[in-house]
């Protein structure tokens, strides 16, 4: 769970509840608000409310409060308790937007046991920031309730973009560890030589540029957990020196004669199918078992779709706070052609998309025709500029401020890049030393739009190996713009 409390709201009277509630709470991470009319409930919503229970004796429509309540808290999960119904209602009612139904007439600890099960369903979902109310969002969590607390090894198998990082940090907010380090990093952004030092450590002199001894994220982690995303992108020496860490408990740092013993859980996560990977000879089969003592998988947008109404809510929140924008929601052909797009790049292209309509919608809500300008036909997206869109801004506004909502996506990385630079030793990163210069705050409110634009273009350019083609894909406009672009910044 977070360390942040996030608050249960009860709507009833019956003494069998009251008295279920007064066993189960106090609980860890959770605050627990009893209250007596429907208007109160929706007085009582707030950012930190994560779910509702609400008695049918109390508010017989729930259906239309549950739909309110959502306006306010889009994630919200709602809980009902009332009389018998036949399976095909309850049926309906889900998809209505009831997430769990306790049926009358009411048995302590059967009740007991229900909700202290919803709630640590719930608590994971809040404590790392899953979003969602499908069938295979709530199959996955039932996995981690079940895994999570074990010492078993855990694959998380899924495309770039699932949410693999999120489910990870639920497995360790679920384990014994809980209280101690979680570490992080991703094997395929680094090159061999610094993801060595990175996982293993280093000794002082083991090579140019290291000026004293340094301790891998396998050291820290020690106790707690360590993350391996892109693990199928490993080397084969990486994956020689990770088997034996794995194998013997002892880590051993570049430059280093002596072994150091290790208590790490290890999460591993892929985009690639591992197996197939053994069988073509390209991952150690050995590695790989050590690995996949349980293998949970993380289902892509396209078969989640009937979340993305709830996330589009939940991210439209968070634009709106992150850029101080008042934007209420999206209208229902907008959100429809948002439902009907595959999603190649997942939920992390859903957030990015709803924070550039965001920045650029000129009305209350998000209209068709705006997403209509940053989405292609038959699933695919545009390959060239923009569709003009009338905002009421001039061209050169309008090119300027979809620039912004891309670097928007694109700074969050480079700030992870400016991270890593400062943490290596001078000369380990290659390239990217001359990106020292450029002032990171933690937010990214004290960057200029000019800097945002500058690094945002200098990186595209640096990923596509110098294609200006391909870079001006990645960003999303014109190679025109883009010429433009690294005349007026000096970057030719």
């Not at 605050?31 to 508010?59: C, H, K, M, N, W």
């Not at 899953?130 to 694959?155: D, H, M, N, Q, Y």
């Not at 991270?419 to 933690?442: F, K, Q, Y």
Request: with cysteine; charged share 25%.
């Amino acid at each position: 769970m977070s360390s942040q409390q996030v608050t249960f709201l009860v709507l009833s009277t019956d003494a069998t509840i009251r008295q279920s509630l007064d066993r189960l709470f106090p609980r860890e991470g959770w605050r627990l608000q009893t209250l007596e009319t429907p208007g109160d409930l929706v007085d009582a919503l707030g950012d930190s409310t994560a779910a509702v229970l609400i008695d049918e004796f109390l508010e017989p429509a729930y259906l239309s409060l549950i739909r309110r309540c959502r306006r306010a808290v889009p994630g919200l999960d709602a809980t009902v308790v009332g009389g018998p119904k036949s399976e095909s209602v309850r049926r309906g009612e889900r998809a209505d937007g009831v997430d769990h139904y306790i049926e009358r007439p009411l048995e302590a600890a059967p009740l007991r046991a229900s909700l202290d099960h919803r709630l640590a369903l719930v608590g994971v979902k809040a404590g790392v920031g899953l979003v969602g109310r499908s069938p295979a969002l709530e199959e996955l969590l039932e996995s981690l309730l079940l895994v999570a607390p074990t010492e078993v090894p855990i694959l998380i198998q899924g495309e770039s973009g699932t949410g693999k990082d999120l489910v990870a940090r639920a497995v360790h907010q679920l384990s014994r560890r809980r209280d101690q380090p979680f570490e992080a990093i991703n094997c395929g952004s680094l090159a061999e030589g610094v993801l060595e030092s990175e996982l293993f450590g280093h000794e002082r002199g083991a090579f140019t540029g290291a000026v004293s001894r340094r301790a891998g994220m396998f050291e820290r982690a020690n106790a707690g957990t360590i993350f391996l995303d892109e693990v199928g992108e490993m080397s084969a020496n990486m994956q020689v020196r990770l088997l034996r860490v794995l194998e013997t408990g002892e880590v051993l740092r570049v430059g280093g004669a002596a072994g150091l013993t290790v208590d790490v859980r290890v999460v591993a996560a892929t985009n690639r199918n591992l197996g197939e990977l053994v069988r073509a000879g390209t991952f150690r089969q050995d590695l790989y078992y050590r690995l996949k003592g349980v293998t949970l998988y993380l289902p892509p947008l396209r078969e989640r779709r009937d979340d993305i109404p709830v996330l589009v809510q939940h991210f439209i929140r968070l634009a709106n706070r992150a850029n101080r924008k008042s934007v209420r929601g999206i209208e229902a052909d907008a959100l429809q052609r948002l439902q009907e797009y595959s999603w190649p790049g997942n939920i992390r292209e859903l957030r990015n998309l709803v924070e550039t309509l965001v920045v650029l919608t000129p009305e209350p809500r998000i209209a068709r025709a705006l997403v209509d300008a940053h989405i292609g036909d038959a699933g695919q997206s545009p390959p060239g500029p923009f569709l003009p869109v009338p905002v009421g801004r001039s061209r050169e506004d309008t090119e300027r401020e979809v620039m912004y909502g891309l670097i928007l996506a694109l700074h969050r990385d480079v700030r992870e890049i400016l991270r890593h630079l400062r943490e290596e030793p001078a000369g380990t990163a290659g390239g990217w030393n001359d990106m020292r210069e450029v002032p990171a705050s933690e937010d990214g409110a004290h960057l200029s739009l000019s800097t945002m634009e500058r690094v945002a273009i200098k990186e595209a350019l640096n990923r596509a190996g110098g294609n200006r083609r391909k870079a001006a894909q990645a960003l999303g406009i014109s190679e025109r713009t883009l010429y433009r672009k690294i005349r007026e910044f000096g970057l030719s």
